[in-house]
């Protein structure tokens, strides 16, 4: 089923011819890395994530809800709405138990074995096997059974504690979440409760002191923070409420590279480089065999997120990935509570800098390439073999008609 961003493209050599009789075109910022309400978000929903992608100058926009494709058809037409560029994401884990026991880290500071992991250029509508829906169907399951234990834990603590609050699962799922209940929205629930009931900053300080049997370390009246700070305090592995995830939850790396092909996208590892912790983990600390250690197990894309990083090493993850032959995206996840830029910049507020926005823009339109040959019933991206040159033609061309169709759109009031 053709996808509905390209229902009215024309074929690959019209769209390229299309596109050399126009000026040369410069990179567009792109961020294919966003969560939305169908995981977790900073946004209120689909439409303020557009809408702020497209005020602050993000034409290619990607949608990366943890294991779930069920925001595609809002968030195209969203983007069709204000013009701007939908990319089809989704992010899962995967587990390496060999490596979690071994305490060897990947793109997790704090799990070793996890590995974040994410498929690009996904197929919209979302066409899969019957495998993989039930391996989603599973994942979704083992995650809800922890969500309501959580739950269950943290109201036997408010009994005790605070017993005016209680918390809902079926309550947070339909007023917080589209998607599954998890740890994030738990705490986003007991914060919203908390506040309800004691709005003035004097009486939450002293209920949270109850609550953590000790004082609130932050702003109380910050709602951000203090989401942070109740998971810390009471979610966390050692606390009140802390419940382990069930190995159900999780794929093993080759299991999530098959789940992403099998839905029509482009396997992509997700680098931390120096993020949260400011050191890599021992998987990543050598951007040489991190490459080789992808490139071996046939992921030939991969992805920043560079308000982490510090620009420097970002430059020099950037630079050996490129020399590799991998494919590179960029994104900022907003998947916290906390409202970032959209557009992808270094940590401290550095800007990227030419070379960088570059690199990423061509990943941008490789992914944008696989998504309208895909739609076509044609063959994108599969491997470094590829001729990428030529697909990141391809993109640039699909990126600069579907551009140009809303503008023309607009002029004929469409």
């Known amino acids: 089923m053709p ?34 309400p169908y995981s977790f978000s900073a946004f209120s929903d689909v439409n303020e994530a557009v809408r702020l992608a497209r005020e602050q100058g993000v034409l290619i926009l990607g949608i990366s ?48 074995g996890r590995i974040y992991f994410c498929g690009k250029g996904m197929q919209c509508p979302s066409q899969h096997s019957k ?10 399951d083992a995650l809800e059974r922890q969500s309501r234990q959580m739950i269950d ?50 009486e939450k300080a002293k209920a949270l002191k109850k609550l953590y049997g000790k004082e609130s370390q932050v702003d109380v009246m910050d709602d951000v923070a203090l989401q942070e700070e109740l998971r810390s305090n009471l979610l966390k592995a050692g606390k ?17 590279r098959s789940l992403i092909l099998d839905m029509g996208g482009i396997p992509c590892y997700p680098v931390l480089a120096d993020g949260t912790r400011g050191v890599p983990t021992e998987i990543e600390r050598d951007p040489e065999a991190l490459c080789d250690e992808l490139l071996q ?9 560079p308000i982490r990083n510090d620009i420097n090493l970002l430059r020099e993850y950037v630079s050996v990935f490129k020399r590799k032959g991998i494919v590179l995206t960029t994104g900022t996840e907003h998947n916290t509570p906390k409202m970032e830029p959209m557009v992808p910049g270094c940590r401290g507020g550095v800007d990227l800098d030419e070379t960088l926005k570059e690199a990423f823009w061509k990943g941008a ?42 503008k023309r759109g607009k002029e004929n009031g469409v």
């Open 3 to 36: 996808s509905l961003a390209f229902k009215e493209f024309p074929d690959v050599g019209d769209l390229l011819d299309w596109r050399n009789q126009r000026p040369p075109q410069r990179p567009v910022p792109s961020n294919l890395h966003i969560h939305t």
């Open 297 to 305: 197990r046939s992921i030939y894309c991969a992805e920043f997120i």
């Open 365 to 406: 339109c490789v992914v944008a390439a696989h998504q309208y040959l895909l739609s076509a019933g044609r063959t994108g991206f599969v491997d470094i073999n590829e001729d990428v040159k030529r697909l990141e033609s391809i993109g640039a061309a699909v990126i600069a008609y579907y551009l140009k169709e809303f």
């Open 153 to 202: 834990r943290v109201n036997h603590h408010l009994k005790d504690t605070l017993p005016d609050i209680r918390l809902d699962y079926d309550h947070i799922r339909d007023t917080i979440t589209k998607g599954t209940v998890r740890e994030r929205h738990v705490a986003k629930a007991l914060q919203q409760a908390i506040s309800k009931i004691f709005p003035n900053a004097a």
């Open 131 to 140: 495998y993989t829906q039930d391996t989603l169907h599973r994942i979704a």
């Open 65 to 112: 809800d943890f294991n779930t494709t069920k925001g595609y058809e809002e968030f195209t037409e969203e983007c069709q709405s204000i013009g701007v560029f939908p990319a089809y994401c989704m992010e899962t884990i995967a587990l390496s138990v060999e490596d979690q026991k071994s305490g060897i880290r990947w793109n997790d500071p704090n799990n070793p």
């Open 240 to 256: 009140a409420a802390f419940v382990e995830e069930s190995p159900e939850a999780y794929l093993s790396f080759e299991e999530a």
